[in-house]
């Protein structure tokens, strides 16, 4: 039997049987999405839902994450979220990776997933991949997206940014592929590719139009690293070429930087490989008023993944109760953005970015001296005075 | 070696022979003046006498601030004199590029070096001029400090650290191949000599300036091996330098409390790509490449100070130009010289200029000329100790 009879029979069949249906042969659509090469426009299937219901894949992590977690579904639980997270516990110590694949395994069911960030040790042998890196090459979740926008009530040194930092997740630099040929002598490999750099470009563009935004800015060290960051140059230009509409111009990742602690009005929407991606969206978070306000999303075809924005483990505020949740709970809208929950999504960003403002409730990490139950609690006062019925504590 | 590097390396010759200097131990005056003799024979002693260094003052506007360094140091009694030379990219035997001679040899003579801007003309055939240089005396350290300007304010008013970088390896080896059509793999190599090296040097360079500790970037929870060999090694010459506090923190954590809070940090050392992008986000942050001094560390003593600026072509013989960033940099000579007072008049000189805001250049934020400038130093060095 081949997809196109199935759908067709479904539609055909729908009103009868509801939904059942379609979950059952969904596996055979499944099928062919996961054939489709980059030249072919992904069908992107609904959120799964049962019940009316999502299930979503929690993963705490370790330092700051288990607290964040309980707060996020404390959040929901107030407000009445149809979502359901599973938990998933990695133990990021452990040699084997079957916490990691478990988890893995929970977000290809679930389709979306929310963690925290689990901390690598570095002093461990090369076998030992990042549990981060492991999960984003594995799930082919090829696009990190980062808003930075100022916030009022947040003291920082620069005003009116707002940049849309658009970071290539599974190639480039960390590819982990390293060996020593000769004893004190190590080389590491950094792959750049065709197919994925015009992806991510693409994956920009398609971004930058969407939100209206005029103009795009490819980050590279192409005069040093010629071919490498040569071929990512050219991919981006390649698809700008097909969006005359959106301005499209490149600057060399050390002047960026430059910039940036100077004027970092002039960035609309950045787009670069993973390290130089790694770096600028350190810097900007930092512009914005540290990382605890701002969150990230990793987008896959088929899959994708919220996180605080630049994953930090936060060991040295872990169990203290200092955390700022700004960050893990706008990560959390935009889950709720994508599940296409956009009422329940816009409710607790509302409430967050308030109680933002209220300097007195500001934590550790923006100079104040506030908590984050605190925090979470003036979140749930502001959703119950504004917004619908809630659960009555 | 500068004044502060022959003390300490007197220093730690007498304690390896277990002499020591207080004299409640035998103090062997024969032993210290053989230690001295010694010393003499491979390092320059810089007694009062001339010394003199390489002057290369480079495309655009290089020749004009070179004369106002010049100017200055004249001003200041300085007992240096130039030797000017030229630095273009002339075909040698066997078909390599090579610099002309006669800037070889001086350089090698002189050890010192003070250079402006070259430009790197595109599709010339030979590599950029600074990697020339590089290659040709394996200037292995790039050293930056920065320290925020009273005067040039910019909205980080307290910054003061030192950024090291491995020149040599790392990511910009130039190792790319194509693998198939559209797979590109560019090679970042890290080798323990390279990075035994900067990482000894970093810590020479703290304890010589008094600064108090060393971090180490790197990013070894992904580039395990690379970086990790990096950090083994920064770890092993810690070792050597019990006085000096050393931690290790991760790229994306340096970049994110820079932006916050640069006042945190004092002696960074890294590999190539992270010194790169770290030592130009500090130049921002003190206000640009026109005022960030630099200096490159080679083998064999060898030391050239640059400014990282642009050669400017539009201002060039304007005499519009700023002569900060070189002069700043000819103080890091200075200092490395072991001429300290002379390069504290100096900055404190040029710092008084720029805080006064009276003859400052267009791009400090006056309508002054580059002589006006210029002038102005000299002046205020009469009015300093």
């Keep these: ?393 | 070696m500068a004044g502060n590097a022959l003390r300490s390396a007197i220093v730690n010759l007498l304690r390896k022979w277990r002499l020591s200097i207080n004299g409640q131990d035998k103090f062997k005056a024969k032993e210290v003046l053989r230690v001295a003799a010694a010393l003499k024979k491979d390092t320059r002693m810089f007694s009062s006498g001339m010394q003199t260094v390489t002057l290369i003052p480079g495309d655009g506007i290089g020749p004009e601030i070179s004369t106002a360094v010049m100017k200055i140091f004249e001003a200041a009694k300085v007992p240096i004199q130039w030797e000017e030379r030229n630095i273009t990219a002339i075909k040698g035997p066997g078909g390599k590029w090579v610099i002309p001679s006669d800037a070889k040899e001086s350089m090698d003579r002189n050890k010192m070096g003070l250079k402006g801007p070259l430009k790197t003309p595109i599709a010339a055939g030979h590599p950029s001029m600074n990697l020339l240089l590089r290659k040709t005396f394996d200037l292995y350290a790039n050293v930056r400090p920065c320290v925020s300007m009273e005067g040039y304010e910019t909205p980080y008013a307290d910054v003061n650290l030192v950024t090291i970088r491995e020149n040599t390896e790392g990511e910009y080896s130039g190792i790319e191949h194509v693998i198939v059509d559209g797979v590109v793999q560019s090679i970042k190599l890290i080798t323990e000599r390279a990075s035994k090296r900067i990482a000894e040097y970093a810590f020479e360079y703290a304890r010589n300036n008094k600064r108090a500790s060393v971090t180490a970037v790197h990013k070894a929870n992904i580039m395990r091996m690379s970086d990790g060999l990096f950090l083994r090694t920064c770890r092993e010459a810690a070792e050597k330098y019990k006085d000096i506090k050393f931690t290790e923190m991760y790229l994306d954590t340096v970049c994110l409390n820079m932006v916050q809070d640069p006042s945190q940090f004092d002696v960074l050392v890294m590999p190539n790509l992270y010194g790169d992008i770290l030592s130009d986000l500090c130049a921002g942050l003190i206000g640009g490449l026109g005022v960030t001094p630099s200096g490159n560390i080679g083998a064999n003593g060898v030391a050239i100070f640059e400014s990282v600026h642009g050669t400017a072509p539009d201002i060039a013989g304007k005499d519009l130009a700023n002569p900060t960033a070189l002069l700043l940099s000819a103080v890091m000579m200075l200092r490395h010289m072991g001429l300290h007072d002379h390069a504290r008049r100096i900055q404190t000189a040029c710092f008084n200029t720029i805080r006064d805001k009276k003859a400052l250049t267009g791009d400090l934020g006056g309508s002054s000329k580059c002589s006006e400038f210029t002038e102005a130093i000299c002046q205020q060095l009469g009015y300093i100790e």
């Design chain 1, 1 to 393: 039997m081949t997809v196109p009879p199935v759908s067709s029979l479904i539609t055909a069949l729908k009103p009868l049987f509801g939904n059942l249906l379609s979950r059952a042969c969904g596996s055979a659509l499944c099928h062919r999405r996961h054939n489709s090469t980059y030249a072919a426009r992904p069908i992107i299937p609904p959120p799964a839902q049962y019940g009316g219901r999502h299930t979503v894949t929690l993963i705490p992590g370790d330092g700051i994450g288990p607290e964040l977690a309980n707060h996020v579904q404390e959040l929901f639980r107030f407000c009445c979220v149809p979502v359901d997270f599973e938990v998933v516990h990695v133990d990021s110590s452990m040699a084997s990776e079957d916490d990691i694949n478990n988890a893995i395994m929970a977000i290809r069911r679930n389709g979306v997933a929310l963690k925290g960030n689990l901390e690598t040790n570095h002093n461990l042998p090369p076998s030992h991949i990042s549990r981060n890196n492991l999960l984003r090459t594995t799930l082919d979740l090829y696009a990190n997206v980062m808003h930075c926008r100022s916030l009022p009530g947040v003291l920082t040194r620069h005003h009116n940014i707002d940049i849309l930092i658009i970071r290539e997740n599974t190639e480039g630099e960390y590819s982990s592929l390293e060996h020593e040929n000769v004893p004190g002598v190590v080389e590491c490999l950094k792959i750049i590719t065709r197919s994925k750099s015009l992806r991510i470009a693409d994956y920009a563009f398609k971004m930058a139009r969407e939100k209206g935004r005029g103009q795009v800015t490819a980050v590279h060290k192409a005069n040093i690293m010629k071919l490498g960051d040569g071929l990512f140059l050219e991919c981006c230009q390649e698809v700008a070429s097909r969006y005359p509409e959106i301005a499209f111009d490149s600057m060399i990742v050390d002047n960026t930087t430059m910039q940036l602690v100077s004027r970092p009005q002039q960035f609309d929407v950045m787009l670069m490989p993973n390290l130089y991606g790694n770096v600028v969206s350190n810097v900007c978070a930092g512009l914005v008023g540290g990382p605890g306000l701002v969150p990230g999303a990793n987008y896959g075809e088929d899959y994708a993944v919220f996180e605080m924005g630049t994953r930090n483990t936060g060991k040295s505020l872990a169990n203290r109760n200092a955390a700022n949740p700004t960050a893990m709970l706008l990560a959390s809208c935009l889950l709720l953005d994508h599940l296409k929950l956009h009422a329940y999504a816009s409710m607790i960003r509302r409430a967050i970015l308030s109680t933002v403002t209220e300097t007195r409730l500001h934590t550790e990490d923006l100079g104040g001296q506030g908590s984050t139950s605190e925090v979470v609690q003036s979140i749930m006062k502001t959703i119950q005075s504004n917004g619908p019925l809630t659960v009555s504590k």
